[in-house]
Nanobody, 118 residues
């Protein structure tokens, strides 16, 4: 079963930028639809952005125009470029596969913490 390791989080001021990375184990990353998810303090985990195995993207309304999801299949890596960060973007960010129905994979990595604060 494919597993994911997220990195790139940190502390950033409002208006700043971060780029998250997610490296996949296994050899068939390219066939997966993928997503970035986040779980803020006291909140449920939510989908932030998704990308299909052919590169079609979708975004939560709260991040549209600020975040960009991309993938490099040769490097088996998923990215999330986050610009114009807001305090409400503070969360632990996770990547995972997504089924055709949008269901996330059953195994989650450790995530990467993003804190947006002045």
């Amino acid at each position: 079963q494919v597993q994911f390791v997220e990195s790139g989080g940190g502390l950033v001021q409002p208006g700043g930028s971060l780029r998250l990375s997610c490296v996949a184990s296994g050899s068939i990353f390219s066939v997966y639809n993928m997503g970035w998810y986040r779980q803020g303090p006291g909140k449920q985990r939510e989908l932030v952005a998704g990308i299909s195995n052919v590169g079609n993207t979708n975004y939560a309304d709260s991040v549209k125009g600020r975040f960009t999801i991309s993938r490099d299949n040769a490097k088996k890596t998923l990215y999330l470029q986050m610009n114009s960060l807001k305090p409400e973007d503070t969360a632990v960010y996770y990547c995972n596969s997504r089924s055709a129905l949008g269901t996330a994979g059953s195994v989650w990595g450790q995530g990467t913490q993003v804190i947006v604060s002045s």
